[in-house]
């Protein structure tokens, strides 16, 4: 037999076996994000059936679970997981309150298959339908590399914004970064680097785990993009220098970069300025 054990306090502590709750007794879970949801006890191997609310994307999404070794008392909660009420033992649901549980978990459990076979349906629609949308593109296909992606995200860039000069490189491994000056503004930029990008951070906010969207899938995608601006010597003489002791420059310098953030800088211009959020560009060739 095989012991596992907490760590509680700096000191191991054995977990023990918990036997069978009782029939229609109140179980706790705790996900990320201080989440909680309450569950009742269904039966003699403890399956549970979740009275809270049955919310798509939660923590703990399905509606039926079973308690196991690793559920630990209530009073010993420590992290993620699920703990049977021991600071209330004599709590328990009705059995209209556990057979209405049941109702609404049948129901979700055929909602969400609904919706994921609809999601399928339009999925392979939609794949099949955007190499026509992105013809500037190029499908990749088992034997294509990042380098093949790496080519559709700077086609498309060119495609977007023909007279911005792009540089694209790769940081390490997963990310790629795009700088340029002046020209395309960094919000549209950013967009498409978001498009290209096939990760997405979990929601404790320490892992990032892979989230292809379909233009992913054929055209490719990264862990990582970073998007970086610079700009012209006549452009940067508008940010007031000093910033972090002045609030008028902060606040300044603050409205000038969200200003130049949604705007496209001229390849030639003489002269330019900046007055109530507005850029004002002269003398463009």
Partial sequence: MVTMYNIRGGKLEAIKEIG??????????FGGGMSCDIWAVIDDKNNLVKISENREGAYFSRPYHQATQRTNPLSKKFGIGFYWDDLRP???FTDDEVLEAKIKADFFIKEQAQKRSDKADADKKDLAELPARYPHLKPLTESSTDKDAKANLVAHLKF???????SVRKAHWGTYN????????????????????????????????????????????????????????????????????????????????????????????????????????EGIN
């Fill in 90 to 92: 004599g709590f328990r």
């Fill in 20 to 29: 069978s709750l009782p029939l229609n007794s109140r179980v706790y879970s």
């Fill in 178 to 281: 795009i700088s340029w000056t002046n020209g395309a503004p960094l919000n549209a930029v950013g967009k498409i680097g978001d498009m290209f990008e096939d990760y997405e951070t979990d929601e404790t906010g320490d892992y990032r785990d892979p989230a292809p969207s379909n233009f992913n899938k054929i055209f490719g995608g990264f862990k990582y993009v970073f998007t970086n601006r610079d700009y012209c010597d006549k452009v940067s003489a508008l940010f007031m220098k000093d910033s972090h002791c002045n609030q008028d420059a902060q606040y300044h310098n603050r409205a000038l970069r969200e200003a130049l953030n949604k705007t496209d800088i001229p390849a030639n211009f003489e002269s330019v300025s900046f007055n109530l959020d507005t850029i004002k560009f």
């Fill in 160 to 166: 977007l914004f023909p007279g911005t000069k792009f």
